[in-house]
Every structure is written in structure tokens, then in C-alpha cells.
Antibody, heavy 120, light 108 residues
Framework: EVQLVESGGGLIQPGGSLRLSCAAS????????MSWVRQAPGKGLEWVSV???????YYADSVKGRFTISRDNSKNTLYLQMNTLRAEDTAVYYC??????????????WGQGTLVTVSS | EIVLTQSPGTLSLSPGERATLSCRAS???????LAWYQQKPGQAPRLLIY???SRATGIPERFSGGGSGTDFTLTISRLEPEDFAVYYC?????????FGQGTKVEIK
């Protein structure tokens, strides 16, 4: 069974740093495309970053240069290092296992999310 | 950036009725890269449709997707009580990947 469990969220001051973790089970993180998606309180969904199985990474313009996606194969865990945090980064952060079957693409499995609150 | 505009913002319907949700893209999107998600309060989104028209695993047949180019639709043939939720479309055809703002399907 595919499971994704995010952790690492919390209250952080503007300008601070935080690292989110997404522990995976039931599959191998390094063999899959993995994404982070966030949702500000009461708002819609925003894609944040993706890491392909080959290691390529991509980011939304809103986080480029501040956030870094990575993985630890030995721990089967995906990370999101968030630096220079701003109030507008306040959101629930979800990790997702992506699917690229048959030339299509989607976020097939989702974790339950972890809340990041950026406030002084 | 490809902007996805969903309409209507809110759809008020009764159980058993048909729901038709629209997702319009600011530029053409390959059907292969259009997906629909359902989200209930306090829950993570759930994949419903990928490749514009393929149902994800375990999704009931009453959910169907269609469209091409810039106009896509999600149809729920007969609303069940558990279908009242917010629905999002997302495109993966252009960078950055973008979501629509969502359509809330509420009980009338």
C-alpha cells in the first residue's frame, strides 16, 4: 500500500528556514516522480516543485531560489528545504507521488499534509 | 504561464442531479496533461481523472472527463451525497504546472 507521511511543519518567523519531510512506504521514492503542492488557508492548490526519478528538479517561480527539493534514497524520503520564508508561504504542504503512465501525468497519491505558518 | 479558469465557482445541486464542471485554459493543453481532483474539507486532494478522460483507480463510473485544446469538462452523472466537494483541474503541459481556482459543488 502506498503511503506518504509529511512532517516538519510548524510556526516559523519570516526570514526563517524549515525542512519538510515526506516519508514514503509501499514504493521507492527514487524510482518515481515526486511533487510538493501547497494550499494556503481557505485557498486553492498551488504546485510548488517536482523531482523526477532521474534527479531533475523544477520549481514554481514563487519559490525558485528559496526552496530546494531533494530525496534520501536510504530513508526513502522526500524533502523540501524552505529558506527565506515569507508570510505568503503559509500553507498546508502536501507531497505527492506522481504518475506518468501512458504518456499522461498526474499527482496520483497524496500525503495528509503538514501546516507551515510563517508569522512573527 | 497557462491560466486555468474553472466555472462556475459554485454549483448548487441536489443528490441525483447531473453536474457539469468546466475548465478553460488560456492556451492549448495536451489532453494527456490535464487532470481533475476532488477535495473534501480537511482532506488531501484525490485524483479523479488523468489524461483528460481516464478514471483513476477506484473512481466510480459516474465521474467522466472530456474535452481538448482549451476546453475541458468534468461530469458527474448522478450526484451522490459523498460527491459534494471542491473540484480542481490541473495542467502539466506547460511550465509551471497550474491549477484552476476550483469549483465547489454544494447541496442545494
Amino acid at each position: 500500500e502506498v503511503q506518504l507521511v509529511e512532517s516538519g511543519g510548524g510556526l516559523i518567523q519570516p526570514g526563517g528556514s524549515l525542512r519538510l519531510s515526506c516519508a514514503a512506504s509501499g514504493f521507492t521514492v527514487s524510482s518515481n516522480y515526486m511533487s510538493w503542492v501547497r494550499q494556503a488557508p481557505g485557498k486553492g492548490l498551488e504546485w510548488v516543485s517536482v523531482m523526477y526519478s532521474g534527479g531533475s528538479t523544477y520549481y514554481a517561480d514563487s519559490v525558485k531560489g528559496r526552496f530546494t527539493i531533494s530525496r534520501d534514497n536510504s530513508k526513502n524520503t522526500l524533502y523540501l528545504q524552505m529558506n527565506t520564508l515569507r508570510a505568503e508561504d503559509t500553507a498546508v504542504y502536501y507531497c505527492a507521488r506522481d504518475s506518468s503512465r501512458g504518456g499522461t501525468y498526474s499527482h496520483e497519491y497524496w500525503g495528509q499534509g503538514t501546516l507551515v505558518t510563517v508569522s512573527s | 504561464e497557462i491560466v486555468l479558469t474553472q466555472s462556475p465557482g459554485t454549483l448548487s445541486l441536489s443528490p441525483g442531479e447531473r453536474a457539469t464542471l468546466s475548465c478553460r485554459a488560456s492556451q492549448s493543453v495536451s489532453s494527456s496533461y490535464l487532470a481533475w481532483y476532488q477535495q473534501k474539507p480537511g482532506q488531501a486532494p484525490r485524483l479523479l481523472i488523468y489524461g483528460a478522460s481516464s478514471r483513476a483507480t477506484g473512481i466510480p463510473e459516474r465521474f467522466s472527463g472530456g474535452g481538448s485544446g482549451t476546453d475541458f469538462t468534468l461530469t458527474i452523472s448522478r450526484l451522490e451525497p459523498e460527491d459534494f466537494a471542491v473540484y480542481y483541474c490541473q495542467q502539466y503541459g506547460g511550465s509551471p504546472w497550474t491549477f484552476g481556482q476550483g469549483t465547489k459543488v454544494e447541496i442545494k
